[in-house]
């Protein structure tokens, strides 16, 4: 609901609204992340901005060009189809 990342002229219909515990736990020791919105990375770098450095990964679309933006050039971001392909793909 809250998303700017799709500019249109048409108008918008909210389809779901994310509501996360403001709560969130430690991710300091976390090495590698899939986000599963790009408001779930926003809550999280506010609140850890050291794990920016680390491995960050998400589905293709919306998500990720959100993520390549805040990320900058010096982001690592990769792509997958969802979290089960990623924690296949790293359980390897």
Do not use: V
């Not at 920016?52 to 050039?73: Q, S, V």
């Amino acid at each position: 609901e809250d998303s700017s990342e799709i500019e249109s002229d048409l108008q918008r219909i909210y389809t779901y609204k994310i509501s996360l515990d403001a709560d969130i736990p430690d991710l300091t020791q976390q090495t590698h992340f899939f986000w599963m919105s790009g408001y779930q990375f926003d809550l999280a770098i506010q609140k850890y901005p050291s794990i920016a450095n680390n491995f960050h990964a998400c589905g293709p679309g919306i998500t990720a060009n959100h993520i390549r933006k805040r990320l900058g050039e010096k982001g690592d971001l990769e792509i997958f189809l969802n979290y089960e392909d990623w924690l296949n793909f790293h359980a390897s």
